[in-house]
């Protein structure tokens, strides 16, 4: 299996993120993934949740991204970094991505929930279940 590692954009992004879930994405990452992936996001603030509802990119302003009661973001967005770039258009490379996270969350026992098993499919998208 391939070893992969974050950028330092990645790192950034988990900034603030709780730490439970920080530690299902560097678990899936440097042990479980087939795949290689980037960390689109993490914790947003509540002005880019509101540009991101605008834009139609989010439909909720009680986002997992934003801090919760503990402080902390209970979301990420992770996409697949295939030949130098997400492939958008290739929803099994996002499937991989769930795998493997669903994978290191059962093993670390962190309960997630995937976007991309909702009605409105979102692939990116990781978050806490408490």
Known sequence: MP???????SYDNL???HPDLVAVVVACL???????????EGLRDIERQKVLVEQGKSWTM????LPQSDGFGHAVDLA???????????WSSFEYVAVA?????RHLGVNITWGGDW????????????
Do not use: C, E, N
Not at 30 to 40: E, P
Not at 119 to 130: E, I, T
């Open 62 to 65: 009680d986002s997992k991204h």
């Open 101 to 105: 996270m669903k994978f290191a969350a």
């Open 3 to 9: 070893i992969y590692k974050f950028s330092q954009r």
């Open 80 to 90: 697949p970094w295939v030949d130098g770039g997400i492939p958008w258009d290739h």
């Open 15 to 17: 900034r603030g993120v």
């Open 119 to 130: 009605k409105v499919r979102d692939g990116p998208h990781f978050q806490l279940s408490l």
């Open 30 to 40: 440097y042990r479980y993934t087939t795949i290689d992936f980037t960390v689109i």
